[in-house]
């Protein structure tokens, strides 16, 4: 059999695409499972690069013994007479602290990221929306639990007796990942409007010292001025501190934290969807 009594059969040319069969691509119909899958996998890209570079561990390794000691001896004996009866009270505030500080960086993260160009990957990925802001969100879990778990150490180093015991000590750490997962997308949503890393920042800045610091964090509220006071009710930091408080101290599961729980819900409801807006603005 000779070549040329071969049949032939034709080949459709490729077709173009246009539009339309783009969009359709680009586009993520994903279900929860699909999203959850996307999530974790932009999560475990998150823990790579933290990983990768070692300096991305400073501000909850470094922090959290820096300004337990500091605040501790340096307020201890003007607020409570002593540096021994001032820990209680410091502690919780030092963990709430410090998870705000932690999770200030995943704005700043995600604007340098956009601008090298990594989420123009993503636009062509059919991936939902959400996966490549709370994937990066879910690798600070781990930060956030160092941070805590140094806080609580240097606070036994100094003479620290949480009363409620392991089991009060490990729901504090939880909750403080939670409260630190939920503040987080604040940041994250700043890092989707702001035009660089250094105004992301900078707004950051902005919005984390009256947060941590006009709270009940390191002060009592009864020794606040009347405007102040109102003021530090009502910040989100404070039910946190308020809850951690009863959690490490006392082992009990009081009010405050179902408060602490409908605070980060509330944070999370918002700016979450705000979060995912302002991503897709840049799609």
Known sequence: MTMQMIKQVPVAAPRRLGPEDIAARTTSHNSVRQTVSQTMSMAWRATKKM???????????V?????????????????AG???AYLPLVIPGILAQTA????????VQLREDMEKGVFDRFKSLPMARIAPLAGPMVADL???????TLTFLTGIAMGYRPGGGTAGVLLAVALTMVAGWSLAWVFTWVGTLARSAQSVQGISMMIMFPLTFMSNALVPVDTL??????????NPVSYIVTATRDLANDGDVTAH????LVACAAVIAIFAP???????RHL
């Open 142 to 148: 781990l930060r956030y639990a160092i941070a805590s």
């Open 51 to 61: 990983r990768r570079n070692p300096e991305q561990f400073f501000d909850v390794t």
């Open 274 to 280: 705000l979060s995912v807006r302002g991503y897709k």
């Open 225 to 234: 001025p009347g405007w102040l006071a109102a003021f530090v009710k009502v």
């Open 82 to 84: 002593s540096v021994a």
């Open 100 to 107: 705000l500080t932690a999770c200030m960086a995943t704005g």
């Open 63 to 79: 922090q959290p013994v820096l300004f337990t000691a500091m605040f501790a001896y340096l307020l201890g004996g003007g607020m």
């Open 257 to 260: 934290v179902g408060w602490a």
